[in-house]
């Protein structure tokens, strides 16, 4: 299975936000910085897609740009960032930037496995004991592309980071496999 998720670049723009003090943190360069995760986390998505089906499809600038800005509980990843900032939260600013990049990262995935003609997904998890309990059945369960994955707490997303409910969502690092 291909794993090209920039998980390490995530936790280096986690750290250093943690340890900055809040009041000095300037929205716009917080979400300047979430945007070139973000950026990358479709690129890389689009990357193991491509990896995945023996493709060489660009990423296609106009459907990244609606899936970054895509909105989640209402709002997108500019406002939430602007808010923990303004509530002195920078540790939620990384969860921000953790979520959607997760959430980013397999939504590239599968709209490039439409395109190539993916019929099938799995989901997979870290197999560690970070990953949360309604996950874990998850891992390895196959579906087809357009299909929903349910969870025992009657959630369902069509990707790792898609769930209904925030708690099935934040923080999440389970990504996908086409096929």
């Known amino acids: 299975m291909v794993n090209l998720f920039p998980f390490d670049e995530i936790d280096a723009f986690k750290a250093e936000i943690t340890k900055s003090d809040s009041s000095t943190l300037q929205a716009q360069d917080v979400e300047d910085e979430v945007l070139d995760l973000l950026i990358m986390s ?3 998505g689009t990357n193991a897609a491509n990896e995945m089906m023996g493709t060489d499809y660009p990423p296609n600038m106009d459907e990244m740009r609606e899936t970054i800005e895509e909105k989640v509980a209402g709002k997108n990843y500019k406002e939430r960032i602007s808010e923990h900032i303004d509530e002195g939260r920078p540790d939620l600013i990384g969860a921000v930037a953790d979520t959607d990049s997760v959430r980013v990262y397999n939504e590239a995935i599968l709209k490039l ?4 003609g993916a019929r099938n997904k799995t989901w997979h998890t870290m197999m560690d004991e970070r990953v949360r309990d309604t996950h874990s059945p998850l891992e390895g369960i196959s579906v087809p592309l357009d299909a929903y994955f349910y969870t025992w707490d009657e959630d369902r ?13 934040v923080n999440c690092r389970c990504i996908l496999e086409i096929s």
């Open 157 to 169: 997303a069509l990707a790792p980071g898609g769930f209904e409910k925030a708690q099935n969502n």
């Open 113 to 116: 496995g439409a395109k190539a």
């Open 42 to 44: 479709y690129v890389f």
